[in-house]
């Protein structure tokens, strides 16, 4: 799970291949992040909370819209599990692990 930057929202994942986005303050489920086929093992918020990332057992790491729930893009090509995701603290940078490999991707939108 992960808070967003302002602390408001929480979003969590697991075994439902769904990401979810609660409000911190009174628990009330905002979105549902439907689009993976397998459990869910990593998520994080964009620095600015504008954007979601997870990883999945399916192989694929999506970015969403933190506001919409809208899938942005899927980076495929993995070989293992997707372990963790994370954002680099300007937001313009992935990096996500699988079993004994890391990728650094840009995050912006692929054109």
Not at 39 to 47: N, R, Y
């Amino acid at each position: 799970m992960a808070f967003s930057p302002d602390g408001r929202r929480i979003v969590t994942v697991g075994c439902d291949n769904m990401a979810k986005v609660w409000n911190a303050d009174t628990g009330q489920e905002l979105l549902v992040l439907n689009g993976h086929t397998d459990s869910l093992l990593g998520v994080a918020f964009s620095p600015d909370g504008q954007r979601i990332v997870t990883g999945s057992e399916d192989r694929t790491v999506k970015v969403w819209e933190a506001g919409t729930g809208q899938g942005v893009f899927t980076f495929r090509g993995y070989k293992t599990r997707v372990l963790s995701v994370a954002f680099s603290p300007d937001g313009e940078t992935l990096i996500t692990t699988e079993d004994a490999l890391a990728k650094v991707w840009s995050a912006a939108p692929p054109p």
